[in-house]
């Protein structure tokens, strides 16, 4: 079922199905709730799935002129309050993941699990930063050329002509997202903290889903950052890249399946 909640005058998208423990997942870059389609259909089947439609993307309109991740942490939230919620597992694809971390930094109390799902917990490095800067220039003058460059490298070698079905589907989605929600995200993700520290507290089970030729992160990098986590449960995909929840869908939702039982022993 399709809701809105207000946050900050604007109407925000989200997914409700199933009953009982809570779960929220949220999409990453590029992205809506529609990628979460598979999961949320069999996770919802013995838990209640939300999935948001993050500022900008899917059916959610731009607030502001820089979708920071604390702006997207208060913007879940919001979500959340408005359906009485108080303790849910949250997981994050890459820009989600930064989302959730923001979300741990402010709200942990309300955290029963963590997921990081191809995501990391530190900022960008100025390489990374630069990168970013470049990609900004590109939307500005051609998004459709950027669009058609941005999908194809995430997936593994192995896998993007598996999926190449996969990836049109992702580019004509982001097709639809305005040029300014793209520069809006690409300027969040560039300015955001790091939050590795808050790894080394956490007293909930944190996930990380790691893909084995993901470019985006490298393994030992990810892993650096379960070893700070008193109860990490570590996935590593041999065959994916940065998009594991299509390359390796059962795998992968086996996982985070069996985390959330974790998390709510």
């Not at 997981?91 to 995501?119: E, Q, R, T, V, W």
């Amino acid at each position: 079922m399709l809701k809105v909640a207000d946050f900050k005058r604007a109407k925000i998208n989200y997914s409700d199905s199933g009953k009982g423990r809570v779960i929220v997942l949220l999409h990453g870059f590029m992205e809506s709730l529609d990628i979460w389609d598979d999961f949320s259909a069999q996770l919802s089947k013995t838990y209640r799935v939300l999935c948001i439609d993050l500022p900008g993307f899917g059916q959610s309109p731009c607030i502001g002129y820089v979708h920071s991740m604390e702006l997207l942490a208060q913007c879940v939230k919001s979500v959340l309050d408005k359906e009485g919620l108080r303790r849910y597992v949250l997981i994050g694809h890459s820009m989600g993941g930064y989302a959730a971390m923001a979300f741990a930094d402010f709200f942990p109390d309300n955290l029963k699990g963590l997921g990081l799902f191809h995501s990391s917990a530190l900022a960008d490095s100025e390489e990374k930063k630069k990168s970013r800067e470049q990609a900004i220039s590109v939307v500005k003058k051609d998004p459709r050329r950027y669009i058609q460059l941005f999908f194809s490298p995430l997936f593994a070698p192995s896998t993007a002509a598996q999926f190449s079905a996969s990836i049109k589907a992702l580019e004509k989605r982001a097709a639809s997202i305005s040029n300014k929600a793209i520069v809006y995200a690409l300027e969040g993700m560039k300015d955001r903290k790091r939050r590795d520290w808050i790894l080394e507290l956490t007293k909930f089970p944190v996930l990380f889903i790691i893909g084995k030729h993901d470019p985006t992160f490298p393994v030992e990098t990810i892993l650096k950052q379960a070893e700070l986590v008193k109860d990490p449960y570590v996935l590593l995909l041999e065959n994916s890249g940065h998009m594991g929840f299509i390359e390796e869908r059962d795998v992968t939702l086996k996982a985070v399946r069996k985390f959330v039982r974790k998390c709510y022993k």
